[in-house]
């Protein structure tokens, strides 16, 4: 159990550490799923997906400081269902300070079923995009 949490989060660490690297700078994402705009003093975000989307918002900064696990629990995590429109207030994101804070990465992604997961779920693959605000 211990081996296959351990390989769990490598492969989340390295699969951000490569979303991170390979993100997007713009608003949405290259598959037209999620939709980000900075429009002070908040992110609005839009799904464009047909299945919930979870996300993780963070300073652009912090991000390399932070170490997180995805939540897969779907009645424990907050999703947002597609078509769903929802503003974060930048004082919400993790590590935001209004006096250094440029530029956020907004993590993403869906929920899958996984057998092998406590929860039965796993994210398919997290996405991110870095937002200028």
Known sequence: MRAAVARTCLSLIVACGVSVACGNPSGPDAKGYLDVQAVAPNLELQNRSAAPIYTRIVDSEYAALSLWMPCTDPAKCTALQPAERREVPY??????????????????YHLVPDSTSDTGFAPDTIRSMRIVI
């Open 91 to 108: 004082i919400k994101i993790k590590g935001y300070s209004p006096s250094s804070t440029r530029e956020v990465i907004v993590y993403w």
